[in-house]
């Protein structure tokens, strides 16, 4: 066949049309393969993050020193709050964090793909390097369009029954926007974030790629099986990409956490007592330091974080190969 024909390989067909039926049908599934790629992202995001929300309250009123909760440990807190709160109470906030992590995931999945692809096609770089750029380009990129969502849902699940500020999400928006300098108010804390987010994400994708191709190179019979779309293709079995995703998660999180913290910090703003020595990075970072030291403020949370942090980025890592078997992304 002809090298033009999408019949001619699965290679040569695209990421996105492994040996249609016909050319009408390889055209449409290129076609939409971004739109698939952004769905399945999407899905993976929202599944992790809601899986660990009840941790991630937990950490939200820890890591700022919430009054109510700022004496009780990890797991004391999680009791407290139902019993403060209601259970409910440990998915407050939740709803802003599904309408941010659905675009949020769905950026950061999709970006990483493209710009390993450009990454290698225009730098020339590629194998463990070029997993560590895109991963850091793609959580940067996903940070700065979805972080006004990430600044309403930190208030929303900072709020404790019985002191509220925000009534939901339009008027957090409406408060924050009003009250804090307008649109600008929104990116509080968005240096940190973008700082703290590039090793996050690039040592994310960095461990869960160089796992995954370390073991289906390795021992391919016993850690891989072929892709549900395209059997040409190995994918890692269920349980090793939860393996996988976990040990990707510890790792970034524990580079990246006090900025994490300092990030927290500076998006809660107004609603903090000692808001005036949390204007910057840095001031924050020291502030917290002087305030706390290294164990109980830049690092406070951490153990609820590897609690919360493994399963969310083993549960996103595995959905999203799941997703992209689904959706013949392979």
Request: charged share 15%; glycine share 10%.
């Amino acid at each position: 066949p002809c090298p033009r024909c999408p019949m001619a390989s699965p290679a040569a067909a695209g990421p996105g049309a492994a040996l249609p039926a016909g050319a009408g049908a390889g055209a449409a599934r290129r076609d939409f393969y971004w739109l698939r790629s952004f769905i399945a992202g999407g899905v993976a995001g929202c599944c992790a993050k809601t899986t660990t929300a009840p941790l991630d309250r937990v950490k939200i009123l820890l890591q700022a020193h919430n009054h109510h909760y700022k004496h009780l440990g990890v797991f004391s807190t999680l009791c407290a709050v139902p019993r403060k709160e209601g259970y409910l109470g440990l998915y407050k906030g939740n709803g802003a964090m599904m309408i941010r992590i659905f675009p949020y995931g769905a950026i950061q999945f999709m970006a990483f793909d493209q710009y390993k692809k450009v990454i290698k096609k225009h730098l020339g770089i590629s194998g463990h390097v070029h997993r560590l750029m895109a991963g850091s380009m793609a959580g940067i990129t996903a940070v700065i369009c979805t972080y006004p969502l990430d600044m309403v849902r930190v208030r929303l699940a900072f709020q404790v029954k019985g002191e509220h500020k925000y009534m939901g999400i339009i008027h957090a928006f409406k408060m924050i926007y009003t009250k804090e300098g307008g649109f600008s108010g929104f990116y509080r804390g968005l240096m940190p974030t973008v700082v703290g987010m590039a090793p996050y994400a690039g040592f994310s994708f960095f461990t869960f790629g160089t796992l995954k191709s370390i073991g289906l190179a390795q021992a391919p019979n016993l850690l891989g099986r072929p892709s549900l779309d395209n059997p040409d293709v190995l994918v890692l079995k269920t349980h090793v990409n939860l393996l996988c995703g976990g040990i990707a998660g510890a790792i970034a999180q524990t580079i990246s956490y006090p900025l994490d913290v300092t990030r927290r910090r500076m998006q809660l703003g107004a609603v903090l007592p000692d808001s005036d020595k949390c204007l910057t990075m840095v001031q924050t970072l020291k502030y917290v330091y002087q305030q706390h030291g290294i164990r109980r403020g830049l690092y406070r949370g951490l153990s609820l974080n590897y609690i919360r942090c493994i399963p969310s980025q083993a549960v996103a890592f595995t959905t999203y190969e799941l997703m992209k078997q689904f959706l013949h992304l392979n």
